[in-house]
């Protein structure tokens, strides 16, 4: 049975920060690919940053760069997210995705995505 499960999130001021972590089981995790994605109140989601398998590439959302790292560790099958600076407008529900590995590197939608998590939520504000 495949799980996911996020933790990490909370209410924070703005300029704070928080760690969220994915923890997985029940099928190849470092085979996957991994995506971090959040969707607010009336809002679609959204992809926040991704991360390959075997050589790692990363993708980040323009509105997160510089301020998000997105991570793995395959021994622990967990996914990070580090979140730096945050912002208001970064309040949403987060959630982890893992999708099969593809031959060459895109940017995945979330209807490309095999596994969810049920989500944790970030609120930020002051």
């Known amino acids: 049975q495949v799980q996911l499960v996020e933790s990490g999130g909370g209410s924070v001021q703005p300029g704070g920060s928080l760690r969220l972590s994915c923890t997985a089981s029940g099928y190849a995790f470092s085979t996957y690919w991994m995506g971090w994605f959040r969707q607010a109140p009336g809002k679609e989601r959204e992809v926040v940053a991704a991360?390959?398998?075997?050589?790692?590439?990363?993708y980040y959302v323009d509105s997160v760069k510089g301020r998000f790292t997105i991570s793995r560790d395959n021994a622990k099958n967990t996914l990070y997210l580090q979140m730096n600076s945050l912002k208001p407008e970064d309040t949403a529900m987060y959630y982890c995705?893992?999708?099969?590995?593809?031959?060459?590197?895109?940017?995945?939608?979330?209807?490309?995505?095999?596994?969810w998590g049920q989500g944790t939520q970030v609120t930020v504000s002051s």
């Open positions: 991360l390959s398998s075997g050589i790692l590439v990363t």
């Open positions: 995705a893992a999708a099969k590995s593809r031959s060459v590197w895109v940017v995945l939608g979330p209807s490309e995505y095999n596994y």
